[in-house]
């Protein structure tokens, strides 16, 4: 890829001000793994490189797990302008990620439990919205 193209796809995602901000910038050196890196840093730059691979189907898995709330929201931002022109699967633990997509599959015991929207699963009142009432807090709101 040209300077120009990697550039491109870094400002597509949203990863140019953070690239800007490395010693060097665009040649900053990254370490093996990216060890020199902040996990939030590493996956701005993972999501960079696959807008410059531009992959019809694109899977992400827990790439918000290891971040604070902050980084999160920054990553998230930077996955919906990457995932929105292709299909994309997305592996996650975080319910605030699972919230986020389009469907929804719940597997328990490596089975599908539930499949749905955010809004149908909790509708159904089954094991998804049993774990998003007590991630949310609003099952002591019940309770009181």
Do not use: C, K
């Amino acid at each position: 890829a040209t300077d120009a193209e990697v550039e491109a796809a870094a400002r597509a995602v949203g990863a140019h001000a953070m690239i800007a901000t490395l010693d060097g910038g665009y040649l900053h050196e990254v370490s093996e793994r990216g060890r020199n890196l902040s996990a939030g840093q590493r996956q701005l730059l993972a999501l960079a490189r696959a807008e410059l691979v531009d992959p019809d189907v694109l899977l992400l898995d827990e790439a918000t797990a290891a971040l604070d709330l902050a980084t999160e929201a920054v990553v998230n931002q930077a996955t919906d302008r990457l995932a929105g022109r292709r299909t994309t699967l997305v592996v996650a633990h975080r319910l605030t990620t699972a919230a986020r997509a389009d469907r929804v599959v719940v597997l328990d015991h490596g089975r599908v439990a539930e499949d749905g929207s955010h809004a149908q699963l909790l509708a159904r009142n089954g094991r998804y919205a049993e774990l998003w009432r007590t991630f949310s807090g609003e099952e002591e709101e019940l309770v009181a």
